[in-house]
């Protein structure tokens, strides 16, 4: 289904009172729940699941077979790469019903989430955090921290840009992509306006 607004793949389901973004796509066999809101320009893949309760800012890329459950929120720019998954209860039975027992999680501005990686509820990622592929996230993540492994350990810090930020002794380092600068102060990073 293509309107001036928006493209939904024919195979897709939008459940009734889904907000979709101006420009975003919906592709294959994707299910957005009905109070699920996705912003402006977003990329939404084959088979993904989108719940109920989700916000998603602008300009998020959501690669093929993603599962979004229940309070999850991502802001602006966050990629989440294929097979990625998130929960939002900490101890699920088949048996016991926990939805009163939801947890948030918060993805901030332009964080990437690697393929097959798993983050557990309850946590934030910070702003321009780099998740790797097939890490397992059980606690909350800095701004720009670079994470893998399973559990996931801090490997370094990552620029805007997605490049390894390198930084010399007194704490300040440059994106070899964008050449912006970054400074480190008390192991927290931040970007040199």
Not at 76 to 93: E, H, K
Not at 105 to 130: P, Q, R, S, W
Not at 176 to 191: D, F, P
Request: glycine share 10%; with cysteine.
């Amino acid at each position: 289904m293509t309107n001036n607004n928006y493209f939904i793949h024919e195979s897709a389901i939008v459940d009734e009172g889904a907000q979709i973004g101006k420009g975003t796509k919906i592709w294959h066999f994707t299910h957005i729940m009905s109070t699920a809101v996705i912003g402006d320009n977003c990329s939404i893949g084959q088979n993904v699941f989108v719940a109920g309760d989700v916000r998603l800012g602008a300009n998020v890329k959501v690669q093929n077979h993603v599962s979004i459950y229940s309070g999850v929120v991502c802001e602006d720019d966050v990629f989440l790469g294929p097979s990625m998954v998130f929960t939002n209860v900490i101890n699920p039975r088949s048996a016991i019903e926990r939805k009163n027992e939801f947890k948030s999680t918060l993805v901030k501005k332009g964080a990437t989430i690697g393929a097959n990686a798993t983050i557990v509820c309850g946590i934030t990622i910070g702003v321009y955090a780099f998740i790797g592929a097939g890490a397992v996230v059980t606690k909350s993540i800095d701004d720009y921290a670079l994470v893998t492994g399973n559990p996931a350990k801090h490997q370094g810090w990552m620029s805007e840009h997605g490049a390894k930020l390198i930084f010399d002794e007194n704490g300040k380092a440059t994106c070899e992509i964008s050449g912006a600068s970054y400074q480190l102060i008390n192991n927290r990073v931040s970007k040199i306006a």
